[in-house]
Nanobody, 120 residues
Framework: QVHLVESGGGWVQAGGSLRLSCAAS????????MGWYREAPGKERELVAT???????NYADSVRGRFTISIDVVKQTVDLQMKGLSLDESGVYYC??????????????WGQGTQVTVSL
């Protein structure tokens, strides 16, 4: 079993910064990719950023230049540094990881989510 645990969510003023962290644990053979999605009330879950195990990032257009994703494959963690947050970026942020539990196929895993609230 693989577990993803997010931390770092909370309240922040518009224009402010917040850092999210996610730690993977359990039966982990290899990590191909980790990342973050967010889900705002009444909206579909959307990509924020992902990063490969070699450190290649992929950002949603709306966050590029303001958010920075980083991965530590040894510690099995992924962080998301968010700057210049806007009101419409409030929501539940989910950590995701593409992991092979052993020597075999890769699967997508999700954390429980952490709430980010941006207010005036």
């Amino acid at each position: 079993q693989v577990h993803l645990v997010e931390s770092g969510g909370g309240w922040v003023q518009a224009g402010g910064s917040l850092r999210l962290s996610c730690a993977a644990s359990g039966r982990i053979g290899s990590i191909a990719r980790m990342g973050w999605y967010r889900e705002a009330p009444g909206k579909e879950r959307e990509l924020v950023a992902t990063i490969t195990n070699s450190g290649m990032p992929n950002y949603a257009d709306s966050v590029r230049g303001r958010f920075t994703i980083s991965i530590d494959v040894v510690k099995q963690t992924v962080d998301l540094q968010m700057k210049g947050l806007s009101l419409d970026e409030s929501g539940v942020y989910y950590c995701t990881a593409n992991i092979a539990p052993g020597v075999g196929p890769f699967y997508d895993y999700w954390g429980q989510g952490t709430q980010v609230t941006v207010s005036l």
